[in-house]
């Protein structure tokens, strides 16, 4: 399913990042015009236009969604820090506030779009340790969940009841760097070629993961088709174990030697050194769409080694020269 070439203008808001450049770029590619809306411009330049937006409140921007074909909403602090009470304050408030900001845009304009897709989490299932979960299943507990439900419970009241509203929950995404703030690929390459790419913790916990040609198919599909409706699993259908996908990893490096990290380590080492939260390594799920399946999406990178290498491979990186 493609869409149609100049068929209205996409917003995407908070589309300044990684996941929204990668995005833009998808959807211009098929015709369509875009608008990101965001404090700051993407750092690379492309056929979208720039918006100002604080991601709180409304101003004149809310004319960018009058007659546009549809809404895309990724704004949100990042999570990839130490979680502070400050940090954790902001992680909410951020998408909760702009969330909100943007139900009150559409009700200001005259043509409000008439589908809104909105960015959530898979950790809203929490970290299960073996359970594969679903969209049936229940969520979790801890500030991830937390967060997620309360962002959806936020889309689910600032969406107009004529919208067609898609929600998609969105796990680990492999994706390759534009100068738009790095993909989680060139982190991981660098761990990988210093040999500290083995097992963290137990490296039994959960990596779900997804190609960024699958999540911005998924987007471009749930913008086109009137069919979807309510919460999807943004997540390849086979997820790993950590242990697994740093070995295929660095397979597809041809890197022999990956180091463990014990637990202890990433604790002290993650807030000291790479400023993040440990938990985020030494935790994980295991998340699978029992709709998409049944919907028939079929995914370009279902298998982890063929996404790593078609992802390294635009990259220019080739085995011979990893050291």
Known sequence: MTANSGTGTIIIAGGSGFLGVSLATHLTATGRSIVILSRRPPKKNGPWRHVTWDARSVGEWRGELDGAAGLVNLAGRSVDCIKTPEHQDEILRSRVEATRALGLAVRAVD????????????????????????????????????????????????????????????????????????????????????????????????????????????????????????????????????????????????????????????????????????????????????????EQFEFQFPQLGAAFEDLLKRRGIRPENVR
């Not at 699958?214 to 259908?237: K, T, V």
């Open 111 to 294: 043509n409000p779009p008439p589908v809104w897709v909105q960015m959530s989490t898979a950790h809203i299932y929490g970290d299960p340790p073996e359970v594969t979960c679903t969209e049936d299943s229940p969520f979790g507990c801890g500030l991830a969940p937390l967060v997620g439900r309360a962002w959806e419970e936020e889309f689910r009241t600032s969406r107009l009841p004529s919208q067609r509203a898609v929600i998609l929950r969105t796990s680990f995404v492999l994706g390759r760097d534009r100068g738009a703030g790095a993909g989680a690929l060139s982190k991981l390459r660098t761990i990988v070629r210093l040999g500290l790419g083995g097992r963290v913790g137990s490296g039994t916990q959960g990596m779900s993961w997804i190609h960024e040609t699958d999540l911005n198919r998924l987007f471009e599909r749930a913008l086109i088709d009137p069919n979807m409706q309510g919460p999807y699993i943004a997540s390849s259908p086979r997820p790993v174990s950590q242990r697994d996908f740093m070995r295929t990893l660095r397979r597809a490096l041809r890197m022999p030697i990956g180091l463990p990290a014990y637990s202890w380590m990433v604790r002290l080492g993650a807030p000291l050194f790479l400023r993040t939260d440990p938990d985020l390594a030494l935790y994980g799920r295991y998340v699978v769409s029992k709709r998409l399946h049944e």
